[in-house]
Structure formats: C-alpha cells, structure tokens
C-alpha cells in the first residue's frame, strides 16, 4: 500500500512532485559532479602553485559530494515512483546527514578561509623565486598567469624588472610580446586564485 493508492489523486500528485524535485536534483549532483572533474582535470596547476592540497581537497569533496547527490536524488526518484518505503526512509535519513555534513563543512570553511589566503601567500611568494629554476613551478605560473590574466603575486612588481612573457596578453599570430611593467596585467594572482580554490 503506496501512498499513491491510499491517496487517490492528491498522492499522486505528492508522489509525481517528490519524483520532479529529485530529479532536478539529481541533474544538479551531476553537473557538480562534471565541475568536479573538468576542475580537477584542468585547474591541478594551481596545487603546484600553492603548494598545498587545500585546492585538490576542494575539489574531490565537490567530486564526492556530487557523486553522494546524485545517488540520492535516483534513490528519491526510484523510491517516489515505485513507492517503497523502506527506500524513502534511507532517502530522507541520508539527506538529513548530508545536510548535517554541509552545514559543518560550511562553518569550517568560513572558519578557515584566512588561513588558506595566507598559506596561498606564503607558498605563492616562496615558489615566485623558485620561477627560473625549477620547470614545473615555472609551468604553473605561467599557466596560472596566462589563464587567470593576472601577474605576480600582487602585481608585476613582484617580478622586478624580469617580468615573464606569460604576465602580458598574445599579440597577433598567437605570439607573447616581449613583456613590461606597461604591458602586464595589472591583477596580481593571489586574489583570483584563493577566489578559485573557494
């Protein structure tokens, strides 16, 4: 005895709803879920630049939690539709530990969002010297720098008068333009990457 057959209309119209709300639902786990991945294939340079795994740790919470809502919202739909109880019961106690869990992971991260910008900081000055010399950190500014269209850590002054050619925009034909002070974007880094590990 499903609550649409005890029910007549009304339940099915309870039952039809409950099954489009998790449906929206699950479309919304999945496109968390495909952020998750495209942020996890194309932004890793930034962990190379912070230096820390706070950004990688953001991201495969939001794989992860894509993930857990979409399964929820198909154990919502599937439970609606096929009126099982016991399905709907675990449905609403999961969604209730998952809102539990956002809640906590909320408070944590306004809590904590000082120290990520100043561990950034930190890490971001310490690799900006390291730039000529080690290739990978080398790599990470630049594509952090031509991406995000900024230079330095606040500005192109912290480059001196070295300013690397990925701190300017492409000329014509794809070419970087030999770089200055004039040329080079003007937003240091720091910001828009505290902004993206957010």
């Known amino acids: 005895m499903g609550v649409g057959r005890e029910m007549g209309g009304c339940g099915q119209c309870i039952k039809y709803s409950m099954f489009l709300a998790n449906f929206v639902i699950f479309l919304g786990g999945a496109v968390v879920l495909g952020i998750g991945v495209w942020t996890l294939l194309d932004k890793a340079f930034i962990t190379e630049l912070t230096g820390t795994d706070m ?17 929820i919202a198909f154990l919502g739909c599937v439970g609606a539709v096929k009126e099982v109880k016991c399905m709907l019961l675990t449905y609403f106690l999961i969604v209730f530990i998952v809102f539990v869990t956002m809640l906590v992971g909320g408070v944590l991260g306004y809590v904590f969002r000082e120290n990520v910008r100043k561990h950034a900081d930190y890490k971001m000055r310490s690799t900006l010297v390291e730039y000529r010399s080690k290739s990978n950190i080398k790599r990470a500014w630049d594509e952090t720098q031509e991406s995000l269209h900024c230079c330095g850590v606040d500005g192109p002054g912290d480059w001196k008068s070295q300013i690397p050619s990925s701190c300017c925009k492409m000329g014509p034909e794809g ?21 993206a590990a957010r």
């Not at 950004?55 to 399964?71: K, P, R, S």
């Not at 070419?175 to 902004?195: F, I, M, P, R, S």
């Open 55 to 71: 950004f990688l740790g953001a991201v495969y919470i939001l794989i992860a939690t894509g993930g857990l809502v979409t399964l």
């Open 175 to 195: 070419k970087q333009e030999d770089c200055d002070v004039n040329k080079a974007y003007k937003t240091g880094c720091l910001e828009l990457v505290v902004t």
